[in-house]
Each structure stands twice: as structure tokens, then as C-alpha cells.
């Protein structure tokens, strides 16, 4: 999925908004809430003592109610916000501590942002939007263009350069936006609800194909949404925020089985599991398995004992060749057949990461439990159909 090298790190970050931040941090720290620093004192608590790691090529989600402060945590990390307190450390180096020409090349360089409301340039063409961020670097006319070009065609905007924003559509907008944060070829991409202002359907699409363009170009995303669908489709982890506070990072699987909070499981409710979790989330191994080089005698007594009325049959690798229901088994004893006569294959078969959704439809159409392979045929794990339709409880 991932590598693991951290691309970013974020070490107690704070960020008060006021006349003078740091006369209310002792405040904070002896927990006074938000609600009563901002009645005493008239500082607003955007964020408190946030640390988060984001590994290179990770999609990173942070999600929260409205006023949780997503938007300034994420505005830190290009220091539109300046920190009250706390380190952010970019590639090992604490961007806080730049100084105004590091920070501009940093931001030129490393870093571009997706905003909600796309914040193109409307006098501007599609093309001199996506070339803006160049032009302010001073690359020269025809480099850029070609870059440019090159960046409309990933957002699948071939065609577009000479029209104006206002001849496009919002999900069409929307991929000038991210065209022209990848013109700069960053790192990281910072992306503020970027699909937030999008219909659903053309939302779904965006997500379809953030998650296409990432595959490609494997940038670090740290990405905001206060959908918590949006959030576990497309984070490899998620934080969830309240009151401007972490309140747990974990992958969707972690936090969908494990909230840590009321706020979380109330979030997490409106979750199509069907869509997040996997045949690995929800399969267990057998607890009978049948070797092929065992007789049907040693079959049926093996469902005698487990009260099955089924066996899968494997090899000495555990690869699946077929299965052996009880009745087979006790025709096959009589008659003094082999397993290997006996054994059927109408039973449905996946990988590992073949979603929930998929396998509802395989429920009615076979008896069986599902089986789990990997690419050799090996036997991972079995799912009951029942446990298919419980999973999604
Ligand atoms: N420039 C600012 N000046 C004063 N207070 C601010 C400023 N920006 C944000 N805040 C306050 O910080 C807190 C967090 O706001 P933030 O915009 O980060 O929330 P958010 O999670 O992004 O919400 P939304 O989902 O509505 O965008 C809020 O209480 C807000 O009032
Ligand atoms: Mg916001």
C-alpha cells in the first residue's frame, strides 16, 4: 500500500486564534473547555495539542463535525496558520522554523492545497490557472504550458485549456483545482473538502478518480471531509476531531470496530459497511478441513464431529481442490469411493479484499460457505453466509 517512511509529523500542535494566543495556553492546559476561554478571554481554541504521523504515499483523513478544526490544522501545515505551539516537521525539517524565503520555496515547491470552493482564477483561461502556480515560479512560457496540458489531461480536461472557469461544471472546476496543485508537481497535497460543494454522483466520481490519480502519482494526501464515507473510502488512516482535539487515528477497519468514543460511534452509524469492510475483515479459519489424501470415512467423521453437513478439502499446502457434503460422504463409504470422485465445486471463491458488497449477491446463490484464496488457490478462510449479512449489523 504504503511505504513506511514518515512524511510528515505533526509534534503537539496548538493553534489559538486571539490578541494573545499564548496568554491563554496555561488555561488550556489545566482544561479549562473552549466555550469558557472564549466567554473569559475572547480566544478562540482552533486546534489543541494535535500529534499525527502520515507516512510517504498515504492518503491521510481528517475528519470532524463542523468547528472541530479541520480547516485549521490543515492551514498549518502550509503555515497560512501560524502555530501558537508545537513542531510540524516536513521531510525532518520543522517548517515553523523557516524563515520567509524557505517558506516560499517551500510552499512553491512542496506543498499545494485543493480548496472547497476551488478558488480559480475567473478572468483567467483553464490553462493560465493551471499555470499560475508556474508563473509565479518564473518557468518560462512554453515549459509550463506543457505542463499544464500534461496535468489537464491527467484530470481528464483534454480539450478545456481556452475556456473559462465559468463554462465548467462544478465537478469540472473542481479538477481545474487539482490540476493546478499537481502543476507544481508537490509532494503533499493538502485538500480542504475539496468535494464537499459537488452532487453526490459527481462526487463519487471525483473519489473514483482521486483514488486513480494516486495509484499513479503517489503523492502524501492529507485529505478533509466531514463524510465519513468519503473519509473511509479514501483514507488509508483517519483521524477524527472534536473541539479541536484528536480523538483517535486508526485505518476505517480500526475505527469501525473499535470507536472510541460516543461522537465516533455516532459517525461511524452512518457507515455503509458494505463498502469498507473486506472478506479478510470478516472470514475465520475452518474449524474442519478434509486432506485430499483422507477418505471419505475421515470426511464424515469430521462433519460428525464439528455438526456440519459440509467440508472443504484441501492439499498438503492447504490449496482448496473442492468440497464434500455429508451425504456424499456416507454414499461414498458404502460404495468405496475415493474423496476425489466425490468432491464439488459450486461454491463461490474470492480473494481477500473482495468488499462485502460483493459478496451479498453470492449468499443466494450458493449453499456453501465462501471461500477465501489467495493467488495460489490456498485456503485463507471460510464466511458462512450468515456471517456475510451479521457483519453488515
Ligand atoms: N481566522 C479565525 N479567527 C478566529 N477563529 C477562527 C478562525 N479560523 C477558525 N476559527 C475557529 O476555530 C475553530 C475551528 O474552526 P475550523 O475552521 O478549523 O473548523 P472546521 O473543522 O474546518 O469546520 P468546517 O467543517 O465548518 O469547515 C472554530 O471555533 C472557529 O470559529
Ligand atoms: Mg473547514
Redesign the pocket.
Known sequence: MYSMTTKLKIENLT?V??RNPKSVMKKIRNGIS?EAILKETGH????YDVSLEVKKGEIFVIM??????????I?CLNML?IPTEGKIFIDGENIVEYNKVKLREFRQKKVAMVF?HFGLFTHRTILKNVEYGLEVRGIPKEERQKIATNNLLIVGLEGYENQYPRQLSGGMRQRVGLARALANDPDILLM??PFSALDPLIRRDMQLELLDIQSKLKKTIVF?T?DVNEAFKLGDRVAV?KD?VIQQIGTPEEILENPASDYISNFVQDVDKSRILQAKNIMFFPSSLVFLKDGPLVAMKEMERSGISSVFVVDNDRKLHGLVTVDDAINAVKERKPLKEILIKNYETVDPDTYIQELIPMTTSSRYPIAVLDHNDKLLGIIPRVSVLSALI
Open positions: 493553534k486564534f486571539g473552549k478562540t481554541v482552533g486546534i470532524g463535525l463542523s468547528g472541530s478544526g479541520k480547516s485549521t490544522l492551514r496558520n472547497q480542504d473538502e478533509i466531514h476531531m479541536g
